[in-house]
């Protein structure tokens, strides 16, 4: 059997992981370090939810912690990957659970990202959408209005994308929903913040070569030295999901395991390759139905 972790992005909604897991010993320290890099309680955000999760620079480093902490419960009881990939922000928790860098080295550059990307939004601001069906249309009645760009091309049948409140709000009328997320991800808009990124994401130590990665940039197995650079370039670049899961089914992966908040990542899976085995692990008793044959 394959098995494949795969991590959701941003666009999911808490709460993420169950209080079962957070109470576990081992998830303290990556709670701590999400505090850390939050600037907050991230415990008690994970178990009662609230307003500050909305903010990037909180989201980001609280979602990877909580993703870290599920991956963690599985390694405790030998469940490991053979291939690792993640939506967006996901990949920062898969370039830790694949066995490449530290959790809590991770969990601190997740901080640093949502900082980045917050002062960005700020400075370009904007927001995103998903168009499905006719998606040249879309495209061009924003373009026509405003700024707008393809940020993620998830399905065949469907896309995200990036742009001005003019360009979002001329593809509202055509059906488009809006995705609540604070600026134009994967868009030109984030280009300022890519340097900046890469510099952390390349002084973080390397705990070993790591399994496989599918990057987002091109649906291909990154080479490991290059991921700190692609990483951090995809902040203004389009998520290439379809192309991700191409990918794996191609690498014989047998089970997929959400790890974290999954049901995002399960139906994305399924749209692009059919009734594959998608297991989430979010809590406890989904961590025993997961491991099961």
Known sequence: MTTAFVFAGQGVDPPWIAPDLLARPRARPLLEAASDAAGCDVHALLLRGGRALARTEVLQPALVAACLI?????????????VVCGHSLGELAAWAAGGHVGAADIIAAAGLRGRLMARQAARHP??????AGDVERVLAAGRAK????????????????????????AIAALGCRRLPVAGAWHSGAMAGAVDELR??????????????????????????????????????????????????AGLGVTRFIAVGPGRLVRAMLRANLGAVDVRIVDGMRELARAVAP
């Open 126 to 131: 904007g927001g995103m959408a998903v168009a």
């Open 199 to 248: 510099a952390a994401l390349e002084a973080i130590p390397r705990t070993g070569r790591g399994v496989p990665l599918v990057c987002n940039r091109d649906g291909r197995v990154a080479d490991a030295d290059a991921l700190p650079a692609l990483l951090a370039a995809q902040l203004a670049r389009p998520v290439q999901w379809t192309a991700c899961a191409a990918t794996l």
């Open 70 to 82: 599920a991956a963690d419960a599985l390694a405790e009881v030998g469940v490991a990957p053979d």
């Open 146 to 169: 405003g700024r707008l760009v393809v940020a993620g091309y998830n399905t065949p049948a469907e896309i995200t994308v990036s742009g001005d409140a003019a360009a979002l709000t």
